[in-house]
């Protein structure tokens, strides 16, 4: 088993989805949670007739701007300063958040309302701003949850999807208070709602991610279906905004465009609840847009690799995934899990397995909703990998001999007759053990007697 | 026409019955077929793990037994090994002649609706088929529409290839086109995950009532194979070729 972890205690991919597949019940349950979201998403994305338009526009205006970036940060920032909001540039998750403590002791704050934000867990802001003694408090449902369960989100969009109702009720009873035994989703959304009632009324300053970044007007786009964003952008005086240097559109078309695809394909919504607008601090307010780098540049340097900040994350690849609706949000060892987590996550990946927890079935890429070529961006982390001589799973040793074995008839020829002979006359559970994780799971094939090539050479050759 | 069979690892040495009806077929529809030697492999246990280096002799290899060789086309009973040579030949060659060989490469399904449609069966098959939309077909070599694909022009070539077969019904598994789990290496390097899509697919397959599973994609069949006796699933699997040549 020693191969199966790295040198700072990290799992390689197979490994911890193996443990997630020894309760089968539960991925039966997590498998069927997230393919009903795929559904959703094939009747709302199916009720237009638009879809593969929607799809190829929001294809070719990310492309537009990740290819005129600069230019369309600079309008974005332009805009900003005009409309009174306060621009910071961070090149990676350490300086945003030295740039966010600082905001937030300038104005003495204790308590941080938070919603929204892959970016502020991809920068593992959360435990850096509690170190310096602020509370940071989730306000999406999903989100405090598993903050109150003491885990990073196991999907995108619905964070919280691995739990159950009635885990969720016993992790209500130990930290809300809440009933014993109750696991009605009702009476669990209620008692969540006034604890973060509460919380939002005494916060010091609100925060959020964003959607979407309007260049020629100097706004963002956040996207909420409970409303928190607003709770907390719009009770204290203070709000911040954290947004990768991806997330700016030129103009409120693509808004347009984007916010037709992105809820229908996030959970077959028509669109999100709330899709609120902030373009300006509220009067006597402060309004701080911080714009993120933390690798993204870096990307963009490969072709193939920058295709994928296209990404507006909606989450569908995760729902389509089969491989990760079977093995979970937590065993691809970055933030972000699923074909997009492997995408933007492989190069921090020390296992360097999650390219493989894949099986490259392309679906991914066909559901998400600005083209992403997910299923060749992780052939090529794959590439990538064997190119930097970084293969999982013993790759590395054995490849080369299947390169030379492949290649010559010979070898194959005579080593193909032998293994057909054994499958045919030793019996199966003799051969089980050598036949790995194949014989593990499945019978073995029936072998035929010959190959095709011997059975051509005495029927066919003249 | 003149045909050249390209037939891989897989199919030669594990399920030389597939190859052996993808050649009878083509002949009873009136076609020269031959078998040029030298193939392998294509390449795709190599170049599916990242490794090009390792896949390049056995990919030129298989470009080599075809270069050449006069024929109008190279009718591959495998979906994924036909997309997989093809991408592969073009990567490690970008000769006139290799482009030559790559025009003419041909999945069975593709060939059989494409280029050369079965006028008249002459033989019933009676028997209810659950169809394997096995992915690299689907997705890469555009033989139906995938679900996730929206819009009025949906197609599928698989159902158009054996529609007129008199008999055959043909069904489709719960989640119609959800990847098996086979991918390759993906089969022992992640085990558990591997099984329990196999299972899944294994059981939805089941779950319609049909006698066969039919595919395109002989080494999903495989895999699926050995989940359903594992299983012990009331069901077998068929290859396409193995269908259409009961009904020619």
């Known amino acids: 088993m020693s191969e199966l972890y790295t040198a700072s205690g990290s799992k390689v991919h197979a490994h911890k ?90 104005h003495k704050v204790k308590k941080l309302v938070k919603s929204k934000s892959m970016l502020t867990e991809e920068c593992h802001m959360n435990p850096y701003l509690e170190r310096h003694g602020i509370e940071v408090v989730d306000t999406d449902l999903g989100e405090r949850i598993i903050q109150l369960a003491n885990m990073p989100p196991s999907h995108i969009v619905v964070p919280a999807i691995h739990m159950k109702k009635e885990e969720v009720g016993e992790l209500f009873h130990q930290q809300l208070g809440t009933k014993a035994g109750e696991s009605d989703p009702l009476y669990l959304t209620r008692a969540a709602r006034a604890h973060l009632r509460e919380k939002f009324l005494t916060a010091d300053a609100a925060m959020t991610g964003v959607n979407m970044a309007i260049a020629d007007q100097g706004a963002i786009v ?93 989450g569908g690849c995760l729902n389509t995934c089969p491989v990760y609706r079977r093995s979970g949000g937590y065993s691809y060892n970055y933030t972000i899990p699923g074909p997009i987590g492997i995408a933007v996550g492989a190069k921090h990946d020390d296992t360097n397995s999650i390219p493989w927890a894949c099986t490259l079935c392309g679906s991914c890429t066909y559901v998400c909703p600005t083209m992403v070529p997910l299923d060749k961006i992780i052939a090529h982390h794959r590439r990538l990998k064997a190119d930097a001589k970084r293969l999982p799973y013993g790759k590395g040793g054995y490849m080369p001999l299947v390169g030379r074995f492949m290649a010559s008839e010979t070898l194959m020829n005579t080593s193909m007759s032998a293994a057909r002979l054994a499958l045919r006359v030793l019996p199966g559970s003799l051969l089980k053990p050598f036949s790995g994780a194949w014989g593990k799971y499945r019978e073995l094939p029936v072998a035929p007697e010959s190959s095709f090539a011997s059975w051509y050479n005495k029927n066919r050759s003249r | 026409m003149k045909i050249a069979l390209f037939i891989p690892c897989l199919v030669n040495q594990m399920m030389p019955e597939v190859a052996i009806a993808t050649l009878t077929l083509l002949e009873k529809l009136g076609h020269e077929v031959i078998f040029p030697a030298g193939q392998t492999c294509c390449g795709q246990p190599m170049t599916n793990s990242g490794c090009f280096d390792e896949a390049k002799n056995t990919t030129l290899k298989l470009l080599n037994a075809f270069k050449g060789v006069d024929c109008d086309a190279i009718v591959c009973p495998a979906a994924s090994c036909l997309v997989a040579a093809k991408e592969n030949f073009h990567e490690f060659d970008g000769s006139q002649e290799a482009q030559e060989v790559i025009s003419k490469l041909y999945e069975l399904t593709e060939f059989l609706h494409d280029i050369a449609p079965i006028k008249t069966f002459s033989r019933p098959v009676a028997a209810k088929i659950s169809m394997q939309m096995s992915c690299h077909g689907i997705r890469m070599l555009n033989l139906a529409t995938p679900t996730e694909q929206m819009g009025k022009q949906r197609f ?93």
């Open chain 1, 17 to 106: 989805a193996d443990i997630f597949c020894r309760d089968e019940t539960r991925v039966d349950w997590h498998s069927k949670a997230l393919w009903a979201l795929r559904e959703k998403r094939d009747r709302a994305a199916g009720s237009l007739p638009e879809w593969e338009q929607l799809r190829l526009l929001g294809s070719q205006l990310k492309l537009h701007t990740l290819s005129h970036l600069a230019q369309y940060l600079e309008q974005f920032e332009q805009q900003c300063l005009s409309n009174g909001i306060k621009v910071h540039w961070a090149n990676d998750a350490q300086q945003h958040n030295e740039i966010v403590h600082g905001i937030l002791a300038k």
């Open chain 1, 222 to 314: 956040v996207c909420t279906n409970e409303g928190n964003a607003d709770m907390g952008a719009n009770l204290p005086k203070l709000q911040l905004h954290s947004m990768g240097i991806d997330k700016v559109v030129p103009n409120m078309d693509s808004v347009g465009v984007l916010l037709r695809t992105l809820a229908r394909n996030a959970t077959g919504q028509p669109i999100t609840t709330y899709s609120s607008f902030y373009r300006g601090p509220q009067e006597g307010g402060e309004m701080h847009v911080i714009i993120v780098d933390n690798g993204r540049t870096e990307m963009m340097k490969d072709k193939i690799l920058a295709e994928s900040l296209k990404c507006i994350r909606c």
């Open chain 2, 156 to 248: 599928n070539k698989v159902e158009a290839v054996l529609g007129n077969i008199a008999g055959l019904e043909i069904v489709y598994p719960a989640r119609i086109d959800e990847c098996c789990g086979f991918g390759g290496t993906f089969a022992v390097d992640e085990g558990a995950v591997s099984a329990k899509m196999g299972k899944d697919k294994a059981q939805a397959h089941a779950a319609t009532g049909a006698k066969y599973v039919v595919g395109f994609d002989p080494s999903c069949l495989l895999h699926l194979d050995g989940m359903i006796r594992r299983q012990k699933l009331p069901i077998a699997t068929r290859h396409i070729a193995q269908i259409i040549n009961d009904a020619l």
